[in-house]
């Protein structure tokens, strides 16, 4: 099947970002779009995200064979329902939500008869709302597909098609492995930032004027993390409990192991914990991952 008429469920940072890659990547598709926010709805029309904003959810995927819900993963369940009504039988249902169990159940109890493909773009930045969608978000960066085992063949090769489009490389994963490797790549690294920036906030002998004024590299980056959106974050924590939990119990272990080997003076330890980082951040570069450039490539 060839996807012809995208609904974009949610217009900002990723659903702009969509909109925006279809109109310069595939400017044959057709795109709508809706947002529960009146001024984001206004600005979205200003930008031009999506080829027409409509002014309901209803309103917007009445013609759809693809409905992308770019909302957090919290609030899944509810977007599909404002929809429902007027979802066209033969429309795919996806996402770009970072857990993916969660989405997958939330979706089928609400649309039990629609083909429901999860996905998630590991793609993005610190920025959230209309203004911060760019075209090039997903360019050479992966789409985790993670569609049931008794999902439509067609159905995934469209979407997988339809990512492709927009630049990305496609993975297809089983939801739940997907969530583990998630909880790892993406998710303990947020909560440490989160963490670590709160922790200085808050120390007493440490004004926040000096923890601003002397940030080193380290931190700054931790601060650009967490500076992500909220409400985002705080779904993907509460929907990806499971995952998050067990693999924060692994880097409890390994940062008591870290603890102990600096307490009793043990360098050689920690040279070789430092030395297998560094490899991965190579390998990450390797990849196409990141950017070898000094600090991390930006522009000053």
């Not at 060839?2 to 400017?27: C, T």
């Not at 569609?147 to 067609?154: L, M, N, R, V, Y």
């Not at 922790?199 to 004004?207: F, I, K, P």
Request: glycine share 8%.
């Amino acid at each position: 099947m060839s996807i012809q008429n995208v609904a974009i469920i949610g217009l900002g940072l990723l659903g702009g970002s969509i909109g925006l890659a279809i109109k310069e990547r595939a400017p044959e598709i057709a795109t709508t779009g809706f947002d529960a926010s009146d001024t984001v709805r206004k600005r979205a029309r200003k930008r031009g995200l999506v080829s027409h904003v409509a002014d309901t959810a209803g309103e917007a995927v009445s013609n759809a064979d693809l409905v992308i819900l770019c909302v957090p993963v919290g609030a899944m369940g509810e977007a599909a329902a404002s929809l429902a009504d007027a979802l066209p039988s033969n429309a795919i249902i996806s996402d770009v939500g970072s857990s993916k169990e969660s989405v997958a159940i939330a979706l089928s109890e609400v649309l039990p008869d629609h083909t429901i493909i999860p996905a998630h773009p590991v793609a993005g930045t610190e920025q959230s709302g209309p203004d911060a969608g760019f075209a090039t978000l997903f360019a050479d960066r992966w789409c985790i597909l993670t569609p049931a085992e008794d999902a439509d063949e067609a159905a995934v090769a469209s979407l997988s098609e339809f990512w492709e489009k927009l630049g990305s490389k496609i993975e297809i994963m089983d939801a739940k492995h997907h969530d583990l490797v998630l909880a790892v790549t993406s998710h303990i690294p947020h909560l440490i930032a989160y963490t670590i920036v709160g922790t200085a906030s808050d120390l007493e002998d440490v004004t926040r004027s000096e923890v601003i004024k002397y940030s080193a590299g380290g931190f700054r980056d931790f601060t650009r993390i967490a500076a992500s959106d909220p409400v985002m974050w705080r779904d993907v924590f509460l929907n990806n409990k499971s995952a998050v939990l067990e693999m924060l119990g692994r880097f409890s272990e390994d940062l008591t192991a870290l603890q102990r080997a600096i307490r009793s003076g043990d360098g050689e330890t920690l040279h070789e914990l430092f030395s297998r980082t560094r490899a991965i951040r190579r390998s990450i570069i390797e990849q196409g991952q990141d950017d070898a450039a000094p600090d991390f490539g930006r522009e000053h």
